[in-house]
């Protein structure tokens, strides 16, 4: 069963809007949840993360909103720039037990100049 | 950049071989973990390590082995490889594991092809 599921393999967004990319997970037990970038050919590298004790955390264009009861997050970069197409990786952890991180499938995100 | 170097960036092997990559890290962190990526499956967790001889698996073990005899260096091993075994495994550290939130830091990968 997946515990983090990214239900929408792509997205297409143009240069200069909204990107939202969503994310949902299953575990309760998972209280941090982190974003990593992925280009290809080169591995992934994180982007931004939220503790399960806020609602939002942002920087710079990039903030993540967190809606623990309905077990979903989502990242928005705004305004989205070319450089910003990339694979996209939900992942998230549980402090009980020091869990590794279990990832989403990744949304593929595509910024049209 | 974390000091990450994975070996040997690409490989091509046969049905039936069996195959060794390396990870080495210079950031003398405690935990090492191995994941593989495939199209339409993200990232999945082989094994990973939580200091010098101790290890445990992850959701996609089977027919995958690790060792960890030293901080900065861990090994996945395919006993036997099977063409469901090509994939891009990806190494990654942290300091103190995951689970209180601290990221993982990723190599560059490796690219396996089992014909």
């Known amino acids: 069963d997946q515990q983090v599921k990214q239900n929408s393999p792509s997205l297409s967004v143009q240069e200069g809007r909204i990107s939202i990319l969503n994310c949902d997970y299953t575990n309760s037990m998972f209280d941090y949840f982190l974003w990593y970038k992925k280009y290809p050919a080169e591995g992934p590298t994180f982007l931004i993360s939220?503790?399960?004790?806020?609602d939002k955390n942002e920087d710079g264009r990039f903030t993540v909103f967190l809606n623990k009861s309905a077990k979903h997050l989502s990242l928005h970069i705004v305004p989205s720039q070319p450089g910003d197409s990339a694979v996209y990786f939900c992942a998230a952890s549980a402090s009980e037990g020091n869990t590794p991180l279990v990832f989403g499938k990744g949304t593929r995100l595509s910024v049209i100049a | 950049d974390a000091g990450i170097t994975q070996s040997p960036r690409h490989k091509v092997t046969e049905t039936g071989t069996p195959v060794t990559l390396r990870c080495h890290q210079t950031?003398?962190?405690?935990?090492m973990y191995w994941y593989r990526q495939d199209p339409g499956h993200g990232l999945r967790l082989i094994h990973y390590s939580y200091g010098v001889k101790d290890t445990d698996k992850g959701e996609v073990s089977d027919g995958y082995s690790v060792s960890r005899s030293k901080t900065e260096d861990f090994l996945l091993t395919l006993e036997s490889a099977t063409s469901s075994q090509t994939s891009v495994y990806f190494c990654?550290?942290?300091?103190?594991?995951?689970?209180?939130?601290?990221?993982?830091?990723f190599g560059s990968g490796t690219q396996l092809s089992v014909l």
């Open positions: 990654a550290i942290s300091e103190q594991g995951t689970g209180s939130g601290e990221k993982l830091f």
């Open positions: 939220i503790s399960s004790i806020k």
């Open positions: 950031e003398n962190h405690r935990y």
